[in-house]
């Protein structure tokens, strides 16, 4: 998957050559490609923004070296992508949304700076509008960098292990179980036995139990959803389904 980075600060995204993102990078299964709007300025002082018109605080990056920007990538890969623009006015990301993006072999995503970017830019461009979370952060980098990971996780390749993908939080509604490794034993604390049963059955229900618990305890919005999605797991009486249970049981 391609991922094409519109911005001021292209190095901040250098934080993405480490870890697994790194790997993944080094192997060509990702590739970014952080494009630096001040390279389109038409301005001879390199100026990529201005005050914004009707007064206000702060500068406002002007529409011309973002269009221009987008211009070149399009240019480049030979069609028009997705572009998704970092913004607290956006939708919030989620996991859900990160596997529909996951998806595409190109996406371009665009990063404000200061307060934001021209209106008319954002009109020619855009196909999406994303927020990371109710807060406001100086620039749309970091923004790009938390979707770049976690799409990055579910495109093939990326992960070692592409089961963890398929297990972690939400990809199911539900937040995973907890984990343990070794020792067996830390600080009096022992591991569940049932994990070292070796039954995969009994572990997998373990597993799917603690799951459940821990997100009606901490996400009941989620587990609220998941009940309404999976009714015959929480149907009463007899049934094939071993895991079916009344609600207030659980
Ligand atoms: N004036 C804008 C507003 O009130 O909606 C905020 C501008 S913010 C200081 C500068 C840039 O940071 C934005 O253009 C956006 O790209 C990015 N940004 C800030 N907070 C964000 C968030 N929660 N999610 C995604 N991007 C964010």
């Given amino acids: 998957m391609r991922f094409h980075v519109l911005t001021l600060f292209p190095q901040i995204l250098d934080g993405l050559n480490t870890s697994i993102t790194g790997r993944a990078l080094d192997k060509g299964v990702l590739s970014v490609n952080a494009v630096n709007i001040r390279d389109f300025t038409n301005s001879k002082h390199l100026k990529v923004d201005d005050y914004p018109y009707g007064g206000g605080a702060g500068l406002v990056m002007q529409a011309q070296p973002v269009c221009d920007a987008y211009d070149s990538i399009i240019e480049s890969i030979g069609k028009k992508p997705r572009v998704v623009y970092m913004t607290p006015q956006g939708h919030t990301f989620n996991q859900k949304m990160a596997q529909d993006f996951a998806k595409e ?3 371009v995503i665009l990063c404000g700076h200061y307060e934001g970017i021209d209106e008319r830019a954002l009109n020619l461009i855009v196909t999406d509008y994303v927020s990371i979370g109710d807060y406001v952060l100086t620039g749309g980098e970091l923004p790009a960098m ?4 976690a799409i990055s996780r579910l495109v093939p390749g990326v992960l070692n292990n592409e089961e963890s993908a398929r297990t972690e939080s939400f990809c199911d509604g539900l937040l995973e179980y907890p984990q343990y490794s070794r020792p067996y034993e830390y600080k009096g604390m022992k591991v569940p036995d049932v994990l070292l049963s070796g039954n995969h059955g009994k ?3 373990w597993r799917h139990e603690q799951s459940l ?3 009606k305890k901490i996400r009941p919005d989620l587990y609220e959803r998941y009940v309404k999605e999976h009714p015959e ?3 009463t009486g007899s049934g094939k ?3 079916r249970r009344n609600v207030d049981e659980t």
């Fill in 233 to 235: 797991e929480f149907e």
């Fill in 213 to 215: 618990e821990r997100t």
């Fill in 241 to 243: 389904n071993n895991l």
């Fill in 105 to 107: 072999d190109d996406l």
């Fill in 146 to 149: 938390v979707m770049i990971d």
């Fill in 203 to 205: 572990v997998d229900e």
